[in-house]
């Protein structure tokens, strides 16, 4: 795709500085993956894991992006037993599970869906960007879920004063998922409002009788509303489906 866009002229910078920013947001998400195991040569281990996607996707005839994100996917994995053997060599207290409250930014509307299905709070920052955007995380106490990689370079977050996590664009959005519950984990809850991340509240049948479709009616008896939008609900095909999905995530 990007190749085909290159040969337009003037289309030729745009992509190429996609490309650029993609590689820089991995080039971060590296870092912070190399960093929990207090490596001694940090930018080493990084150019080397950079080096070696960009080997395999010229040996395999893949995009770059896709060889990246399998070897971060592959790495963390790598990491994240290290770290367990680390913590259980030093005995370290386990850290509390915290319930993360998310701010994605627009270009993951998406993805916040998602988030509410697996029952996370998450905000939508719609017509917010840089300054602004970071702006609304810290005053929300967010954690910021974001594809812009120069935010990762502001001093905010690089000093940890806005807990934010790189979300690679050209994911699946249940790979988005995946990998923010890599990033910052979180048990699945129950589901939240899928058009507004409300939260639902059971609702007595004979109170919502009227907008109940008839046929459904004959087979369903628990409902729940939506506390922010008001929207009906209940367990239908599509409820299964989203389910159903989510699981795949949970054992992944
Ligand atoms: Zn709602």
Request: charged content about 30%; proline content about 4%.
């Amino acid at each position: 795709m990007a190749e085909a866009e290159c040969s337009r002229g003037g289309v030729e910078c745009s992509v190429r500085s996609v490309s650029d920013r993609i590689e820089m947001g991995y080039r971060e998400a590296f870092r912070g993956l190399l960093a929990r195991v207090k490596p001694r040569r940090l930018e080493f281990g990084v150019e080397l894991l950079v080096g070696r996607a960009r080997e395999r996707a010229a040996r395999d005839g893949t995009p770059l992006r896709r060889a990246l994100y399998d070897l971060y996917v592959e790495t963390r994995g790598k990491v994240e037993k290290r770290v367990a053997l680390m913590a259980a060599c030093t005995l370290a207290p386990a850290e509390p599970a915290a319930s993360p409250r998310f701010l994605c930014d627009e270009s993951l509307g998406g993805l916040a869906r998602w988030l509410w299905a697996a029952g996370q709070a998450a905000d939508v920052a719609r017509g917010l960007r840089s300054d602004a955007l970071l702006a609304e995380a810290r005053r929300l106490g967010a954690e910021l879920l974001t594809s812009d990689a120069s935010l990762f370079s502001r001093r905010d977050v690089r000093e940890g004063r806005i807990a934010a996590v790189w979300v690679p664009t050209g994911l699946a959005r249940l790979e988005q998922l995946e990998w923010v519950r890599h990033e910052a984990p979180f048990h699945l809850a129950d589901p939240r409002c899928m058009a507004c991340g409300g939260a639902l509240q059971a609702a007595p049948k004979a109170s919502v009788r009227e907008r109940i479709p008839p046929r459904t009616a004959l087979w369903k008896d628990e409902y729940w509303t939506c506390a922010r939008c008001g929207r009906l609900f209940w367990e239908g095909t599509h409820w299964e489906r989203i389910a159903a999905r989510l699981r795949e995530v949970k054992a992944a």
